[in-house]
């Protein structure tokens, strides 16, 4: 199976702030990674898919970067609404698998 | 508007059997792979099983291989999943979720683009 491993497991921001984190997978995986959102209480919410392609609707402050075993999300000004825990996730090959999240906090 | 609407979710004892629906609308459901992913309290989201638009592509989780099987109703717009054997380790709240592609994996366009609400299922 491939592993997925984010970093940092969780961070500390201010509102402006810049954000990035990091997804490194066990093997190449080319543009096969997806990003996604959750808030307590919600299921998670697709941001970026193939690595780079923002979803629709999704603001542009968000933006995803990367090929083969390392990837990131970054995020350019933060906002009150994005204090969430982020989560990448490999579709290159079955069994999909996640990453084990990255929780921003105040 | 797609509209993911999960069912079956309860409470039972280790080894016994539980089968999961989920009813789809706003979407041509014959035409995406869906999934089902589930999440324990406090832990990250776990993918279970994908099925392709034809059936075709079917995958599991090393976790419920065996014992969990994925399937779909074009005609009723729905999917499901048939469990056995379930352990404690089983106890989460199952998702169901949409693709935006066709097949399970391999696709750039492989993203799990809209999710239900949940059905919990606890084992003990």
């Known amino acids: 199976d491939i592993q997925l491993t984010q970093s940092p497991s969780s961070l500390s921001a201010s509102v402006g702030d810049r954000v990035t984190i990091t997804c490194r997978a066990s093997q190449s995986i080319a543009r096969y990674l997806n990003w996604y959102q959750q808030k307590p209480g919600k299921a998670p919410k697709l941001l970026i898919y193939?690595?780079?392609t923002l979803q629709s609707g999704v603001p542009s402050r968000f933006s995803g970067s990367g090929f083969g075993t390392d990837f990131t999300l970054t995020i350019s000004s933060l906002q009150p609404e994005d204090f969430a825990t982020y989560y990448c996730?490999?579709?290159?090959?079955?069994?999909?698998?996640f990453g084990g999240g990255t929780k921003a906090a105040i | 508007e797609v509209q993911l609407v999960e069912s079956g979710g309860d409470w039972v004892q280790p080894g016994k059997s539980l089968r999961l629906s989920c009813a789809a609308s706003g979407f041509t459901f014959d035409h995406y792979a869906m999934h089902w992913v589930r999440q324990s309290p406090g832990k990250g989201p776990e993918w279970v099983s994908g099925?392709?638009?034809?059936?075709?592509?079917?995958a599991y989780a090393g976790s419920v291989k065996g014992r969990f099987t994925i399937s779909r109703d074009d005609g009723k717009n729905s999917l499901y999943l048939q469990m056995n054997s379930l352990r404690v380790e089983d106890t989460a709240l199952y998702y169901c979720?949409?693709?935006?592609?066709?097949?399970?994996?391999?696709?750039?366009?492989?993203?799990?683009?809209?999710w239900g609400q949940g059905t919990l299922v606890t084992v003990s």
């Open positions: 193939a690595a780079t």
């Open positions: 979720v949409k693709d935006m592609d066709d097949y399970v994996w391999g696709s750039y366009r492989s993203a799990f683009e809209s």
């Open positions: 996730q490999q579709i290159y090959t079955a069994p999909l698998t």
């Open positions: 099925i392709s638009w034809n059936s075709g592509n079917i």
